[in-house]
């Protein structure tokens, strides 16, 4: 019970835009996570882009840098992804994380990957992953296991 309060004295002192963004990050994977629940990922997935092997040079082509003021919001919207998730009422993956800084990058004109990769599992016999990154910009999902394959991306 020490930690509420202690949450709440944290969320104040970010100050308003901060807030703002991490509201946004939850109301983002709130969404991310009803959509997965409702539709076939079929449907889902036509809203995520188009889905390319790694290789394509439209992958290569968004791996350029991003202008530092770009940089940055892509780097405040994976932290307010990375510092919501583990608040939520419900388990936010990888695939939610990543699918909500999509939304939030897009909403702000600024390109991104989802990367999609699998591997041998700990406990399970595949493991997979969603990555997400803005031109070199590590938003969500990293650091990616190097047994990882990834096997295609949404650009």
């Known amino acids: 019970m020490r930690s509420i309060p202690r949450k709440i004295g944290t969320a104040l002192l970010m100050g308003p835009r901060r807030q703002l963004l991490v509201a946004e990050a939850c109301a983002s994977m ?4 009803v959509l997965l629940a409702v539709l076939p990922f079929r449907r889902v997935a036509v ?25 940055r919001i892509a780097r405040a919207v994976g ?8 608040h939520m009422p419900f388990r ?3 695939l939610q994380q990543a699918m909500a800084a999509q939304a939030m990058l897009r909403r702000r004109g600024i390109a991104s990957v989802m990367h999609f990769g699998a591997g041998k599992g700990d406990e399970k016999p595949i493991d997979a ?8 910009v590590k938003v ?4 990616v296991k190097p047994t990882m394959a990834e096997l295609g991306c949404f650009v």
């Open 129 to 136: 992953h969603a990555w997400l990154d803005a031109a070199g």
């Open 140 to 143: 969500t999902g990293y650091p």
């Open 47 to 71: 809203r995520l882009g188009t889905f390319v092997p790694p290789t394509d040079p439209r992958v290569q082509a968004q791996a350029g840098g991003l202008d530092a003021d770009r940089a």
């Open 30 to 33: 709130l969404v991310a996570r």
């Open 92 to 94: 936010s993956v990888c």
């Open 79 to 86: 932290w307010a992804v990375r510092v919501s998730a583990p």
